[in-house]
């Protein structure tokens, strides 16, 4: 199974994609979590159908030492009870900041306020723009029905 187009064989979009990327390696130096960042990454990749990514982000959580059962978990992590108040902050928020056009008023008050109960500013801006790149992927990856399960650890960069 082959991607319907490599947007890396056309400079317009590899330019742009490679700035996307950037922004998301940005957020590997924030005060952010790294544990969050993955666990986030692996939830809004999930809530969207994204295989590539899916594949992906599971896979550099492992290698990061994140355990399989909480890996196995994040797509219920309402019942689970191996994440953090601050983790399942994060990912209330992601899901919400994925799921915008299925609720009227987008992200509510409370999801908002419980993440900023664990983060600090500088942690929830991190926070809202890895939501959106992460979203940005998904969707390009989507579109081109990027297919999944070949990704190998640290093979983007």
């Known amino acids: 199974m082959d991607a319907r187009l490599n947007l890396f064989d056309h400079p317009d979009a590899a330019k742009a994609l490679k700035q996307v990327a950037a922004a998301g390696q940005a957020l590997a130096a924030t005060s ?3 544990a969050t960042q993955e666990l986030v990454k692996l939830r809004a990749s999930q809530i969207n159908g994204c295989g590539f990514c899916t594949d ?3 896979k550099e959580a492992a290698h990061a030492g994140e355990t ?3 890996l196995n978990l994040v797509a219920a992590w309402r019942e689970a009870t191996v ?3 601050a983790e399942r902050a994060a990912l209330e928020l992601a899901e919400q900041g994925t799921r915008i056009a299925d609720a009227a008023g987008g992200v509510s008050d409370e999801a908002w306020q419980n993440a900023a109960k664990h983060y600090d500013g500088d942690q929830l801006a991190a926070l809202v723009t890895l939501i959106a790149v992460i979203n940005a992927f998904n969707r390009v990856n ?3 029905r990027q ?3 070949d990704y190998r650890v640290g093979m983007l960069g």
Request: charge should be neutral; glycine fraction near 6%; charged fraction near 10%.
């Open 142 to 144: 989507v579109l081109v």
């Open 147 to 149: 297919p999944a399960g």
């Open 32 to 34: 952010l979590p790294l």
């Open 56 to 58: 992906m982000h599971s």
């Open 83 to 85: 994440f953090t108040d």
């Open 68 to 70: 399989a059962t909480r």
